[in-house]
């Protein structure tokens, strides 16, 4: 098999960026490390003024909460990491509005809860307010909403969370800035002869083996769920690159070849969220489209209402749905972004009598061409 190389940061359009607590908050004097951050925020800012989308999932609530709050060290019980988040994630929000407006970046808050990730409405609805964000130019800081997530529902670390993030915003690259500086073949601490792996090309049963259980977390770094948060990154199409925090400026160190740990995505980024449209739901129902709109789809737009003469099936909005050319032939697939009942209203009509009919201001995409794929024809 080929070997491949390490990517280069400036291959990247869209980049995630997480951040974890220990890097941000410096627990004995219970404040933030703002010296690294304003040299974090200068990275974040270089590669946001070189036309890059940048997204920030940031950890510290439950870590800046304690520290206000003054709770005693050890660990919490759950009513009480929420409460502290609760005061944290304030103080939190405040940190990074400041950090990036001082390049003259505008941060968004986002807190997302793990139902949010996994069912496509509320998916689709996050996802459409980060897209506008980034629209605008904004940085989203993205957290977990720590303060009603319980136990059996919700995420607990942010290496996942990164990565549900990233597939959903369809980014490129997932950055995790960590307390270590990549993936060892053996736990580094007191073991000097345990190596750095520069580049996983696929996480095999051996890379998992690496991690150590979740037994053994803390003393690696949190690794278990970092190389979970690989395989879903990598199967979304997504790079991903750990890289040690410990450091000032490390994207910029990242970008100059520090050492790290890759993890490459088999597909390429769209390939692969694509294939994922395209073989792995049921189609819910179809749209059947004009010759002008088969035209534009194939031109790489969006499927837009003023392009779909008919609607079938029973479908709601994020269901997979087959588009139709007007001679019944299959030209793709795609989710929608309508019920099936406002897709029917809305069929043949421009974007701003969409407006008029459905009262709300939707997405004026019935099928957002970053969720579609295209037979090949
Ligand atoms: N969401 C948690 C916080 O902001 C952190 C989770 C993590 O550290 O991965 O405090």
Redesign the pocket.
């Known amino acids: 098999m080929m070997s491949r190389k390490a990517p280069a940061l400036a291959d990247f359009r869209r980049i995630v960026v997480k951040v974890?607590?220990s890097l941000l908050v410096d627990a004995s004097a219970g404040r933030v490390n703002e010296g690294w951050l304003a040299a974090l925020a200068d990275d974040i800012a270089a590669l946001h003024g070189e036309k890059r989308d940048i997204l920030v999932v940031s950890?510290?609530?439950?870590?800046l909460g304690r520290a206000v709050l003054r709770l005693p060290p050890g660990p919490l019980k759950l009513e009480d990491s929420q409460a502290a988040?609760a005061v944290?994630q304030i103080a939190l929000a405040r940190t990074w509005a400041e950090a990036l407006g001082r390049h003259g970046i505008t941060a968004g808050q986002i807190l997302v809860t793990l139902g949010d990730t996994e069912e496509r409405r509320r998916y689709l609805n996050a996802r459409s307010t980060i897209d506008k964000l980034l629209e605008w130019r904004s940085v989203p800081v993205i957290?977990?909403n720590?303060t009603v997530a319980t136990n059996e529902i919700r995420f607990g670390?942010?290496?996942r969370l990164a990565a549900r993030v990233a597939t959903m915003v369809s980014a490129d690259l997932l950055v995790l800035l960590s307390d270590i500086d990549g993936l060892y073949d053996a736990p580094p601490d007191g073991n000097a002869g345990a190596k750095l792996i520069p580049l996983v090309e696929r996480v095999t049963p051996e890379i998992e083996a690496m991690a150590g259980t979740s037994g053994s977390e803390l003393s690696r770094g949190g690794m278990v769920t970092k190389i979970e948060a690989a395989k879903i990154a990598t199967t979304g199409g997504i790079h991903m690159v750990i890289a040690s925090g410990r450091i000032e400026h490390p994207l910029r160190a990242i970008a100059d070849g520090a050492t790290c740990t890759w993890f490459l995505t088999p597909a390429n980024p769209v390939t692969a969220r694509k294939k994922w449209i395209a073989g792995s739901l049921e189609p819910k129902g179809t749209l059947v489209i004009d010759a002008g709109a088969v035209a534009a789809l194939r031109r790489g737009t969006s499927l837009l209402p003023v392009g779909v003469i008919k609607v079938e099936g029973a479908f709601t909005r994020g269901d997979a749905v087959i588009v139709r050319g007007p001679d019944g032939a299959e030209i793709g697939r795609g989710l929608v972004a309508y019920d099936a009942e406002d897709a029917e209203k809305i069929r043949g009509k421009s974007s701003a009598d969409v407006l008029l009919i459905l009262g709300i201001e939707g997405r004026a995409e019935m099928v957002h061409r970053d969720d579609l794929v295209l037979g090949h024809a």
């Open positions: 974890g607590s950890s510290g609530a439950i870590a988040a944290g957290n977990e720590d670390d942010n290496d």
